[in-house]
């Protein structure tokens, strides 16, 4: 069973870069896909981005292609979340997860951080 912290999210103004964190333990994280996902007030949780268990395979939501990108660091346990250009639309809660399978859908992943809260202001 692994455990997901994430950190770095705050109040940006639209245009501005964050970065996200999200940090393992209890098992590492190359036995996992991982993926971020994110959650606006009263929306569904949409995916935003994933990567494969070597790093090689990168999949991103249309919304964010180009302007975010996902990272792994084997040696630290921890997944990035690099956010540039951000937009008032990005705002919402960030959830980082770890799963078996290489996919977009939320319920195919089992291990689930507590979320940082992104917001964007115009």
């Known amino acids: 069973q692994v455990q997901l912290v994430e950190s770095g999210g705050g109040l940006v103004q639209a245009g501005g870069s964050l970065r996200l964190s999200c940090a393992a333990s209890?098992?590492?994280?190359?036995?996992?896909?991982m993926g971020w996902f994110r959650q606006a007030p009263g929306k569904e949780r949409d995916f935003v981005t994933s990567?494969?268990?070597?790093?090689?395979?990168?999949n991103y939501a249309d919304s964010v292609k180009g302007r975010f990108t996902i990272s792994r660091d084997e040696a630290k346990n921890t997944v990035y979340l690099q956010m540039n250009s951000l937009k008032p639309e990005d705002t919402a809660v960030y959830y980082c997860a770890a799963g078996s399978r290489y996919s977009w859908r939320g319920d195919e992943y089992d291990y689930w951080g507590q979320g940082t809260q992104v917001t964007v202001s115009s």
């Open positions: 990567i494969s268990w070597s790093g090689s395979n990168t």
């Open positions: 209890g098992r590492p994280i190359s036995t996992y896909v």
